[in-house]
């Protein structure tokens, strides 16, 4: 026996109720809400082609070179669980030809290996939208406001936005090599890492942690310092619209964001209270991934935000403290038919009703009802049967009172109400 006896895999969590339900409410404030800006549900695979992520998030992203749990299957293909969800829903939208513009969101999993600590795990929620036809500046503005509502339905409220632009197709290679030049001077200073970035792509160099590269970027060239004159009108346009929604935020000229495929508007949602791993979610637009996907130009923008995090910096659901579920208590073997009759009635009226059909006393019966956190119990007995009523005991106050047979729905919602 003892073999089977396991623990879970590193970085690796487990959701028990009520943790696991409030996840779930919180995706489901997420899909409400995606939904009232118009996007519709895509639900992709877990696991794609590796080089689906390789050829987007980036050969020099740290996703890509250290963090991808790749694999080959039986017959040799190269696979990887989605570190990220945006090169699968590139992928799928070009696959099935979706009809453009197309808002998308989605809820899941995704796996990066990285050292597990508080708010990074190797398997852990994401939650994202993707909008993908959309160019205008209003849109980034839109959602960057949507990610922000999201984390305040959560009753988060010291989240801070911060953005960025990081230039397009004209103004990037300008920067790139003033950039480029500028850490030649100070290659010395630089970790091995990024010493190599330098060839292969300097503006990760901004994202590296080790504090001599951070010190050296000090006063590096800005991508903003060299946009081309669309790319500042379109960047001016995204802040004009962010102060007419009266979302504060914050410009930040490092927030370049670990993928390859971004440009223009990048942003990021930090919070104050979660320490190293303060990202709550992130995004920006990356308006040639389609393109490079084979498909046609087609600018996009999308972000995606974390679960776990998100649920460590919210407060804790002060949910009532039982549950709505009536459980029904039989006092003798004779009631059990009844018994399951008033649950089948109870579920059919939409009211969750549970049954211990194992517990021979009423105090054990008593027990479980307790032990599922139910808020009233509904008793079957002789004397009841006889009269034509249920006794319903309300399990916080410890009142009791009959109720008539055709009355018990009504009677439980009213509970569930109080
Ligand atoms: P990302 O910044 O790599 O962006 O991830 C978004 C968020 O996922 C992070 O801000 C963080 O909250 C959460 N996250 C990432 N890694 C972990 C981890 N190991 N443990 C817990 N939470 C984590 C993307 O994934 C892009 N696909 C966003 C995007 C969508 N850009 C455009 N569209």
């Known amino acids: 026996m003892s073999e089977l006896k396991q623990t879970r895999p590193k970085g690796t969590q487990d959701f028990v109720p009520p943790d696991s339900e409030r996840r779930r409410q919180a995706e489901a404030t997420f899909r409400h809400l995606a939904e009232t800006y118009g996007y519709r549900e895509i639900i992709t695979p877990t696991f794609e082609h590796t080089a689906v992520f390789v050829k987007s998030s980036g050969e020099t992203s740290d996703i890509v070179t250290k963090e991808m749990y790749s694999f080959k299957d039986r017959a040799e293909r190269d696979l990887t669980l989605r570190p990220e969800g945006t090169p699968g829903v590139v992928r799928a939208v070009l696959e099935n030809q979706a009809r453009m513009p197309c808002r998308l969101y989605y809820v899941g999993p995704y796996f990066r290996y990285s050292r597990p600590q508080k708010g990074r795990y190797r398997e852990f929620g ?16 839109e959602v960057i406001f949507l990610g922000d509502a999201f984390f305040r339905s959560l009753g988060i409220h010291d989240c801070t936005t911060q953005v960025n632009s990081i230039g397009c197709r004209e103004c990037r290679p300008g920067h790139r090599d003033a950039l480029r030049n500028y850490l030649l001077e100070r290659k010395e200073q630089l970790c091995g890492d990024c010493r190599l970035r330098i060839d292969r792509n300097p503006l990760r160099v901004f994202d590296c942690k080790v504090e001599a590269c951070r010190q050296a970027v000090e006063g590096a060239p800005t991508p903003r310092q060299h946009l081309c004159e669309a790319c500042k009108r379109h960047f001016e346009q995204v802040l004009a619209d962010l102060t007419q929604r009266s979302l504060p935020y914050e410009v930040n000229d490092r927030l370049v964001r670990g993928l390859d495929y971004y440009n223009r508007t990048t942003f990021e949602y930090i919070s104050a209270s ?3 791993q303060d990202s709550l979610g992130g995004g920006g637009r990356y308006d040639y991934l389609v393109e490079e996907f084979g498909g046609p130009d087609t600018p996009a923008i999308g972000f995606a935000l974390g679960l776990d995090r998100a649920l460590l910096a919210a407060p804790p659901a002060a949910g009532p403290a039982r549950r709505h579920l009536a459980f029904v208590v039989w006092l003798t073997e004779s009631e059990l038919g ?9 579920r059919a009226d939409g009211i969750p009703a549970q049954v211990d059909y194992d517990a021979r006393r009423v105090k054990a019966q008593f027990k479980s009802a307790d032990a599922a956190q139910a808020a009233c119990c509904i008793i079957i007995g002789p004397d009841e049967l006889a009269k034509g009523v249920y006794s319903l005991k309300d399990l916080v106050s410890g009142e009791q009172h009959e109720v008539p047979f055709d009355a018990i729905t009504a009677a439980v919602r009213k509970r569930f109400r109080d």
Do not use: M, N, W
């Open 274 to 276: 979660l320490g190293a």
């Open 338 to 346: 009844e018994t399951e009759k008033l649950a089948a009635k109870l």
């Open 126 to 141: 994401q939650v994202g939208v993707e909008a993908l036809g959309e160019a205008s500046p209003l849109t980034d503005a």
